[in-house]
């Protein structure tokens, strides 16, 4: 079983930059993909950006596309993610996700077996 703690979230202007980061301990696999999701209160938690571990590959929701930007740091186990441009309708709570095999349907949350506890991001307008 892997652990996720998940950092970074908090209170930003509209305009503003944010970066989450997430560790990963345990005994993650090479072949994992690292995501992340987020969830608006009422809203189903969306798939936000992913990265296939051993490639490097990486995967976004479109909408996010150009604002967003998925990495990871083999030596420290963490994958970040840099968010810019934040508008309002950013807010919500900010989830990581790992699931020890690639998996094409990567943006599912039914996809991941491990989550972590989520951090806030609120962004003023």
């Known amino acids: 079983q892997v652990r996720l703690e998940e950092s970074g979230g908090g209170l930003v202007q509209a305009g503003g930059s944010l970066r989450l980061s997430c560790t990963a301990s345990?005994?993650?696999?090479?072949?994992?993909?690292m995501a992340w999701f987020r969830q608006a209160p009422g809203n189903e938690r969306e798939f936000v950006a992913a990265?296939?571990?051993?490639?490097?590959?990486?995967y976004y929701a479109s909408s996010l596309k150009g604002r967003f930007t998925i990495s990871r740091d083999d030596v420290r186990n963490t994958v970040s993610l840099q968010m810019n441009s934040l508008r309002s309708e950013d807010t919500a709570v900010y989830y990581c996700?790992?699931?020890?095999?690639?998996?094409?349907?990567?943006?599912?949350?039914?996809?991941?077996?491990?989550w972590g506890q989520g951090t806030q991001v609120t962004v003023s307008s």
């Open positions: 996700a790992h699931t020890p095999f690639f998996r094409a349907d990567y943006s599912e949350t039914n996809s991941y077996s491990d």
């Open positions: 990265v296939h571990w051993s490639t490097g590959i990486t």
């Open positions: 345990g005994r993650p696999f090479s072949s994992r993909i």
